[in-house]
């Protein structure tokens, strides 16, 4: 097959990959190489996504709060559906968390001001499954929104491809080869040539780099686990909100009817279609029920997800400092889909050699807290 041109190639077709195509296709050829027969197979597509602004280190949260505005009024045409609908999320814990959970809600409220301390009798009337001990006191953002995952990724893949951008499926990576003028990248779909080479890959970042010879960013993958059970009989949950205790040794909420489970684990594994742990299930129920009243007789569906997290849990965004036109867009962890649009077009910035967008600089992201050579990543030491 002859070789492919473009202008930007983008490795991976899951939330990174298509809100970057969809901020750069605008403005130069783009072309999505993506390894499986669908995009957002993986992370993406596994995903029990919230949007919310006190989740994740400073810089996550900012880039989250950037994120706002689109999620709340996307542009024309985006989705036939709403991208997000009110849930709540809820952080609770005994008295012996009270001091713990009131400087986090100090340090958030900072940001989100309408963030809430709830006292015991507010949780129980909420979430009356509750233990009162485990219900003592709370962090209540009520702001915290339940995101379509599916609509979100469909619009960035389709709002890019409408303005030209090419999706290339089962397209996995073999060879990535710097030439003069930029990289050849050797697929099982095809054979792409382009200047720069945007690194998408999810948990595959890594290797991604090392096959085209450039220092990897020590991304580690992690699995968590969730599932389904039946709600309670005679109880509505549909006003719960997301309910996570203040260790985070779990995490429950509402989800078309039934209830989403997961013990939050952050399990080291290597890149790999993961699949659940009757383990982990087993301990989300022990965790859940003892924390609740909750009596889970049942488990309905389950699945696990990868979240790949560098060393400071903040993603890595920019070029590599060891070879020109390989651009670094990994370790979204678990904030990808709640930052994607403003990672998308701050993706799009840095490639084409712009500053970061004031509106996101104004809420404190700095390049230097996203580069693959700062501390926190293990770059510095290959």
């Not at 779990?250 to 383990?279: C, H, M, R, T």
Request: charged share 20%; proline share 7%.
């Amino acid at each position: 097959m002859d070789m492919q041109p473009t202008e930007v190639l983008i490795i991976g077709a899951g939330m990174a990959g298509a809100s970057a195509a969809y901020s750069l296709a605008p403005h130069c050829r783009v072309a999505m190489l993506e390894r499986e027969a669908q995009p957002g197979y993986h992370a993406t597509g596994r995903s029990a996504a919230m949007y919310s602004e006190t989740y994740g280190n400073a810089t996550v949260r900012a880039i989250t709060t950037a994120s706002k505005p689109f999620y709340f009024d996307p542009p024309e045409g985006f989705s036939a559906y709403p991208l997000v609908t009110p849930r709540g999320s809820l952080l609770v814990g005994s008295a012996s968390d009270h001091d713990a959970l009131r400087a986090v809600w100090e340090e958030l409220r900072a940001r989100v001001p309408n963030v809430q301390w709830w006292t015991q009798a507010e949780i129980l009337q909420r979430v009356p499954v509750l233990r009162p001990e485990m219900a003592h006191c709370g962090v209540f953002e009520p702001d915290a929104m339940d995101m379509d995952v599916h609509a979100i990724h469909q619009g960035f893949l389709r709002g890019a491809k409408a303005a030209g951008a090419q999706l290339v499926c089962g397209a996995g990576v073999q060879q990535v080869q710097r030439e003069a003028g930029g990289w050849r990248v050797e697929t099982a779909g095809g054979s792409f040539f382009a200047p720069i080479v945007i690194n998408a890959a999810g948990a595959w970042c890594d290797e991604v780099a090392q096959l085209a010879g450039v220092a990897p960013v020590g991304l580690v993958p992690k699995r968590r686990t969730a599932f389904t059970s039946e709600a309670p009989a005679g109880c509505d949950i549909s006003a719960w909100p997301l309910v996570i205790d203040a260790q985070e040794s779990f995490y429950f909420k509402p989800d078309a009817g039934v209830l989403l489970i997961s013990p939050a684990n952050e399990d080291p594994v290597s890149p790999q279609d993961v699949q659940p742990e009757e383990l982990d299930v087993a301990i989300a129920v022990d965790r859940v029920e003892t924390a609740t009243t909750l009596h889970i007789r049942q488990v309905r569906r389950k699945w696990a997800g990868l979240r790949s997290f560098v060393a400071d849990k903040s993603p890595v965004v920019g070029f590599a400092p060891d070879a020109p036109g390989f651009f670094w867009l990994a370790g979204q962890g678990g904030y990808g889909i709640q930052t994607a649009p403003a990672m998308g077009e701050l993706t799009a910035a840095l490639v084409r050699g712009l500053p970061v967008p004031q509106a996101m600089a104004v809420l404190g992201v700095r390049l230097e807290d996203l580069s693959a050579h700062r501390s926190g990543t293990r770059a510095t030491a290959v």
